[in-house]
């Protein structure tokens, strides 16, 4: 049987991409179906992640299915010394395709090659994170019109942030212009930038980060800069201040650019810019459910003629 | 010398490892779980004398064919070996070892976090190319072949 567990959007093509986005946005114009009536969706989160399980929560209900599934390990008999093979084992028998967070690296991968049913990787370590990718590609379609030849601005912690890793490497089939800019101790992984000269994706590091600096962006991609990230504190307090997006850095930006923020945010964009016709994180996340409705369907052999013909469309 | 050369001709059927850097033997013995093989006669030569490379080391092992795939894996810690199938105290194969695009339960994932270090599973890498560095197939850590520990 063919494996349509979702582990890495790494690897998917332009096509696939694209394929998906479109499916995304069917769930955007009607998102409230039987599509998966008869169904159940488990929901494994062995590490705690309230947005991200609610997200694929919502996801699954709104199309009819029914939701099992633990949102704290400690009730689990991963407790008691149980294996996640399993785990995963034990609740293929029950489940017809499994949304699974774990903290380990490449426990999605994993559970792919040994369950019978589709996992869907809804966060492993600090690995991947591809729901989270799809929802920021399709923010970034729905914003743009466009995937193709945009500048993207990645600012804050640009070393830790799985985030930006995953979009770094999906965007990389639309001729994107990055731009880093970040403190030196969270600066962009060296490997990052090797994988961008092997696939001729342009990028840019800048020093400062200020209105003029920020015109040139069709899209802002904040990310926290966490205090426990910093081996030297006084570092820390030295450049906290300078990666925090204010009102009137965004004198000269683009009327289409936008502000995208995978939250939770801390303090990083001011309150005053959430009124700003720029900031568009709030809309961001709410795509997360049209993304997540996607990659269930998908993972479970629903193509996007079947969601463009359903009828079973709520009013 | 002679009585090297007689050692290697004495066997009848078998495997010959040859060219083993002395302080890769018992790796090599270890990778290929010939320290759990009762049944097969083994001989281990360490520091004989080679032209090639100084001093070398040797395993024979009589009556046993290696699989490609077996043999493969001694890339990771010894990429220059020479390997020689014996059949009728007759060379019939002689060659070198390459390094396998893929090695499973062989080296040890460095990655404290790796789901490999926390299941009964065994470790998968591949062999990244042109860099020729190691790639853990779960947590995509990177490790250069030199740096390779291999699994116990």
Redesign the interface.
């Known amino acids: 049987m063919e494996n349509r567990s979702l582990v890495t959007i790494a690897d998917h093509s332009r096509q696939k991409i694209e394929y998906l986005l479109q499916m995304a946005r069917q769930f955007e114009l009607h998102p409230n179906r039987l599509l998966l009536q008869g169904r159940v969706v488990a929901t494994l989160f062995f590490e705690p992640s309230t947005r991200t399980r609610l997200s694929f929560e919502t996801a699954a209900n709104r199309l009819g299915a029914r939701v099992i599934g633990f949102a704290d390990p400690k009730v689990t008999s991963g407790t008691k010394g149980e294996t996640l093979k399993d785990t995963i084992m034990m609740v293929s028998n029950y489940a017809d395709i499994i949304v699974m967070r774990h903290y380990l690296e490449g426990a999605a991968r994993y559970a792919s090659e040994i369950a019978p049913v589709p996992i869907i990787n809804a966060g492993d370590g600090a690995n991947q994170h591809p729901s989270q990718t799809m929802l920021d590609l399709y923010t970034i379609y729905q914003t743009q019109g466009t995937l193709d030849n945009l500048h993207i601005y990645l600012v804050g912690d640009l070393k830790y942030g799985r985030t930006v890793h995953s979009l770094l490497m999906a965007m990389r089939h639309f001729n994107p212009t990055f731009h880093f800019i970040a403190p030196e101790e969270l600066a962009m992984p060296a490997h990052y930038k090797d994988y961008c000269r092997q696939h001729g994706i342009r990028y840019v590091e800048h020093q400062e980060f200020d209105a003029e600096v920020i015109s040139g962006a069709d899209i802002l991609y904040m990310t926290r800069v966490q205090r426990e990230r910093f081996t030297d504190l006084m570092e820390y307090e030295r450049v906290k201040d300078r990666y925090l997006l204010k009102l009137p850095m965004l004198a000269q930006a683009k009327p289409t650019m936008k502000i995208l923020h995978p939250l939770p945010r801390v303090n990083e964009i001011e309150y005053a810019i959430d009124d700003d016709p720029h900031a568009y994180y709030f809309q961001q996340a709410r795509n997360g459910l049209f993304a997540r409705q996607a990659l269930i369907c998908d993972a479970l052999g629903i193509t996007l003629e079947q969601i463009e013909n359903d009828t079973t469309i709520l009013s | 010398m002679k009585q090297q050369q007689l050692l290697v001709a004495a066997l009848e059927n078998g495997t010959v490892i040859d060219h083993i850097p002395c302080d890769k033997v018992f790796q090599v013995v270890s990778l290929l779980h010939l320290d759990q093989n009762d049944r097969d006669a083994i001989t281990i030569g360490l520091n004989l004398k080679s032209e090639r490379i100084g001093l070398k080391g040797i395993v024979k092992v009589a009556n046993k064919f290696f699989t490609d795939e077996e043999l493969n894996q001694l890339s990771v810690i010894t990429p220059n070996v020479t390997l020689i199938t014996i059949r009728d105290f007759e060379v019939v194969e002689k060659k070198e070892v390459q390094m396998p695009d893929t090695l499973t339960g062989i080296v040890h994932c460095p990655?404290p976090?790796?789901?490999?270090n926390?299941?009964?599973?065994r470790t998968v890498f591949h062999l990244e190319r042109p860099s020729g560095r190691l790639r853990?197939?779960?947590?995509?850590?990177?490790i250069a072949t030199a740096e390779a520990v291999i699994e116990h």
């Open positions: 990655n976090k790796c789901i490999c926390n299941e009964p599973m853990c197939h779960y947590c995509n850590t990177e």
